[in-house]
């Protein structure tokens, strides 16, 4: 049997939503004490004192139950008997859902959206959409041959199905599908989802689905929801397919060879192959665009001040410091960095910057620029904050508020103090007051329940917010709560004050625009751009702005006499496909006020009772290591003959395995037993592994060779299998912030096994028998290290960060051997420079061993490698799609120098080796392989060694990022 069974297990891990399987989100603090309920189809699990949060999601998890089901074949949870497991995570600081399989579970991030939220309560937002995928997962048991499969390997078959058929593009854009025609707030019907699309279109850019699925190195692209939503809407509405998604499905199980079956369920719709089907699709797109340009027409003109680059860049977040513009970069060969632009056009760096922020918005009493910015909590992952900070008179970054969630800051026009939407962990929203001085909270003013606070301003000193109910987005003044505007189906975002007036964008219109409002009601329709704009700001007689091209989102400004300045209502203009979705929609969710939903009374929840939870096996041993698999360390899994069994309890702070596996060891099979547990419900996370019979155990006997030179050993076989136990402890901080991932990681591990250790004196030793006079040592390895490091995130078109330092001491010992092992302390650093093109990157490594200890030598040595990486011909070639996409080559040439010496305390010579390789990998970028939808190179390695030819070496290079 191979020893690595890569494409099977890269199957196995393939993941439904954001995490892979078997890689847990992380843990929620400890000494939380959790509850839970039932309902007919979900079990609710919940921190205590979000009993009321739960409740909402377990009412919409229920209300959109049945009408999920019609369009794709399922209902939520109906191919299973027990409920769905749903876990609420209320103390992260970022809104989010995941459906995972392995276990089966749902994991809600439950934080309202405070960036980017759809006119629509975000609590329905995630029950709609994480229900969608529920019902999407029920085809894992759609025939006898799918239950069967899921019965011998559990649900690692889910991952497996998953890969194979929809894939997360078709997963995403169907769920985003559901909540555009379940609600009438979804993300089809916001202008800023297909944005790019809309502008690539219109300027003639089209490409084919495989194109806007996996990305492209010289074109911006999207996330794939998009285009997933292009696909599923359009086949829908297109060729008048309500029951596409149940059609695809269905056709899973009426065929033999259900391959391709993504392209045959669309050729039997629309009578086109793939690609002309989808161009058809955009062709509708981009009719109902143009019909809306005619709408909307005459446009007016602005000035474009920054011009295309070689790649993609986006400018946003604008804002004046004094008579200097900044905003916010980042683009195919940037991550997010503050820069200046000259009124030339051209643009300075000025600091890197976080990439999920909000708005940059300067205070007229300080001088200072705020914005919040999402912070991870520095030990527990499933907790973060989105800290208060600003930028002096000098461009210094300072934090004025931490472990709060604060967002979207609005300075007090003559007051030294900031307004902020504040999140608390209960669910609720509300406006909180902080000293601009020492960050200090003076005041909170809760909003009524049901509304969520997105963003604030001040009018004529008057402080007024913007808010989300069930009717949508509206204005309101705060203290009272009194209502400015009406609830509206429509984005209000960017709310600031200006000229006595609220300013706003609202994609009313089908595209973003400026509107003003005045202290009466009256609402003014300020702009009309073809493809909209955002981020605005006034300075003197000019308004600034960015707008999207398919070369950049770029700054504009035009002179502010040339508003329009019509009153009028915000009722948003047509919609049509996103309509026709709803229309075809044979159920929609009953009335909240009439829905009830059985459910049990809250209970505590038990960690000891719910700590085990096996989930999957396989008749194969996996020898998986959570800490390599979360760092991204590996890429593959050995595996072997035998069997492995997973387990992981809800919360996901306690996953590991036990297996079995048969190792030939001289000619005779050998079972060895295998266990390993993580538990991350402590402060320092806890490994502990255990391994029995993978060999027999042996005594080893040591003595003096006849020159007295050194230790020479003979090896007896005990008999006895093999007992190796390890404890790993270690505390990984994530000191994250302002672009640069930083942090620190203190471990420390034992490790002990029955393989035991005898040195003899001369004598003795010529018997070469064990002597039960002399003492006998059991092994015992003590490691302990810390690791640290700073880095930026890698740009997209980039294969390493532009910069990055890491930094590792660690010291292990025998301390029970040491005369004879002796310990090695060592020291390794790495880090990574910029190349001669942005795109390209340097990484270099430098380790340093050196031995203690030992009474016969010393042992140290320096290792250190090179390795220049170049990705060059983005070509995007799909004509082996699906099973292939193409998208660039890459170049990487290596270089390594190794040398080992060793030093004798006695008689003897001093020895040393080295070895210096050079050589290069050519490899090809592939976007999936064989329908595993991750980046995959595939290449060839070659290296040379002119100290020792022999050691050159020719490989074949396979590494998937998971």
């Not at 009466?520 to 308004?543: A, M, Q, Y």
């Not at 092994?779 to 910069?803: D, E």
């Amino acid at each position: 049997m191979p020893r690595r069974l890569v494409i099977f297990f890269l199957f196995l891990l393939i993941p439904l939503g954001a995490a892979a399987q078997f890689t847990p989100m992380g843990s929620d603090p400890a000494g939380i004490k959790w509850k839970w309920f039932n309902t007919t189809s979900f079990r609710i699990v919940y921190p205590e004192g979000a009993d009321s949060m739960a409740v909402r999601f377990a009412v919409e998890l229920e209300r959109y139950r049945k009408p999920l089901g019609p369009t794709c074949g399922y209902e939520p949870n109906e191919m299973y008997s027990t409920p769905m497991p749903v876990i609420i995570h209320p103390y992260v600081a970022y809104s989010n859902g995941m459906v995972v399989w392995a276990p089966r579970h749902m994991a809600l991030s439950a934080v309202p959206d405070a960036y980017d939220p759809e006119a629509l309560p975000w609590i329905d937002y995630l029950a709609v959409h994480e229900g969608r995928h529920v019902a999407q997962m029920q085809f894992i048991r759609g025939n006898g041959l799918f239950r069967a499969a899921d019965k011998i390997i559990g649900q690692l078959w889910a991952g497996a199905a998953a890969a194979l058929y929809p894939g997360p593009s078709f997963f995403e854009g169907d769920a985003v599908t559901a909540e555009t025609a379940l609600t009438l707030n979804g993300r089809g019907r916001s202008s800023d989802f297909l944005e790019y699309m809309r502008v690539s279109f219109a300027e003639g850019q089209y490409r084919n689905y495989w194109q806007w699925r996996f990305s492209s190195l010289k074109n911006f692209t999207p996330d794939y929801y998009r285009v997933g939503y292009m696909l599923t809407a359009g086949m829908r509405t297109t060729f008048d397919a309500p029951d596409f998604t149940a059609r695809y499905y269905g056709r899973i199980f009426s065929k033999h060879y259900p391959l391709m079956n993504l392209q045959k369920t669309v050729k039997e719709i629309s009578g086109l192959g793939f690609n002309d089907a989808f161009r058809r699709i955009e062709d509708s797109f981009q009719a109902e665009w143009e019909a809306n340009d005619e709408q909307r027409a005459p446009f007016l003109s602005a000035e474009r001040l920054t011009q295309a680059t070689k790649r993609y860049e986006a400018n946003t977040a604008l804002v004046f410091k004094g008579d200097s513009l900044l905003s916010l970069r980042k683009g195919l060969e940037r991550v997010s960095e503050l820069v200046y632009t000259a009124p030339s056009g051209r643009q300075k760096r000025l600091a890197s910057f976080a990439s999920v922020t909000s708005r940059l918005v300067p205070s007229e009493v300080t001088g200072r620029i705020y914005w919040t910015e999402y912070t991870p909590d520095a030990r527990w992952g499933l907790r973060a904050f989105s800290n208060l900070r600003y930028l002096d008179k000098k461009g210094r970054k300072h934090t004025l508020t931490r472990g709060e969630r604060y967002y979207n800051p609005t300075p007090a026009p003559a007051d030294s103090f900031v307004v902020v939407t504040v999140y608390p962990s209960d669910g609720s929203t509300g406006i909180a007051l902080v000293h601009e001085r020492n960050g200090r909270e003076i005041a909170r003013f809760k909003a009524p329940d049901g509304m969520q606070v997105v963003e604030s301003a001040w009018m004529n000193g008057v402080l007024y917010a913007s808010g989300i109910t069930e009717d949508g987005f509206g204005i309101y003044r705060v203290y009272d709560w009194k209502c400015l505007l009406e609830p509206c189906q429509a984005k209000i975002n960017r709310l600031f004050g200006y000229d006595g007036r609220l300013w706003f964008t609202s994609d009313r219109d089908g595209t973003s625009e400026l509107y003003s409002l005045t202290q009466d009601g009256s609402l003014w329709k300020e702009t009309s751009l073809r493809f909209g704009g955002n981020d605005w700001v006034f300075h003197g007689d000019s308004l600034y702005f960015s707008a999207p091209r398919a070369d950049s989102r770029a700054i504009y400004a035009m002179s502010a006499d040339s508003l329009l300045g019509e009153e009028g209502p915000l009722d948003p203009f047509p919609r049509p496909i996103a309509n026709k979705l709803s229309e075809q929609e044979p159920l929609q969710p009953e009335p909240e006020d009439d829905f009830l939903t059985p459910a049990s009374a809250p209970m505590p929840y038990s960690k000891l009772l719910n700590l085990f939870h096996v989930h999957s096996w396989a008749p194969v041993y996996v020898e998986y290591d959570a800490v390599q698999a979360v760092s991204y360390e590996t890429t593959s899994t050995p595996s072997y003959l035998g069997a492995t069994a997973w387990f992981q309890n809800e919360l996901e702070n306690f996953y590991g395995s036990v297996g079995v596996s048969l190792n030939n060891i001289t000619s005779a099979i050998r079972p060895a037993f295998h266990a390993q547990f993580t538990y991350d419900g402590w402060y320092p996370m806890l490994e502990l592994r255990a391994d029995v019979n993978e060999r027999p155990a042996t005594e080893r006997m040591f003595h003096l060779d006849q020159e007295q030179k050194g230790y020479v050993s003979e090896d007896v076989d005990t008999g006895k299998p093999l007992i190796k136990l390890a404890l790993n402890a270690y505390i990984p901080w994530n000191l994250s912030s302002s672009g640069w991932m930083r942090g620190i990681v203190p471990y420390f591990k034992t490790t002990y096994s029955n393989d035991r250790w005898q040195i003899l004196p001369m004598s003795e030793a010529r018997r070469g028998l064990p002597d039960p006079k002399t003492p006998v040592c059991d092994g015992l390895f003590v490691q302990a290290g810390i690791r640290a490091y700073t880095m930026l995130s890698t740009a997209p078109s980039a294969i390493f960060p532009r910069w990055g330092f890491g930094a590792e001491l660690n010291v292990t010992d025998m301390p029970l051997m040491r005369q004879t092992y002796g310990g090695m302390a060592s020291v390794f650093l790495y880090g990574y420079a910029p190349g001669l093109l942005r795109t390209h990157g340097l990484k270099y490594t430098v380790r340093y061993n050196h031995s203690f200890g030992c009474d016969w030598s010393i042992d140290s040595g320096v290792h250190a490698s090179l390795e220049y990486a170049m990705p060059f011909g983005a070509v995007d070639w799909t004509f082996l799609c699906p099973a292939f996409y193409i998208r660039n080559f890459q170049l990487r040439l290596y270089g390594s120098y190794d040398y080992d010496a060793t030093t004798p305390l006695g008689k003897g010579l001093a020895t040393s080796t080295q070895n210096l390789y050079a050589g290069a990998m050519l490899g090809v970028q592939l976007g999936n392989f064989l329908w595993v939808p991750y980046n995959t190179l595939v290449g060839v390695k070659y290296l040379y060694n002119p100290i020792n030819r022999d050691l050159s070496s020719l490989s074949a290079v396979f590494t998937v990022d998971l």
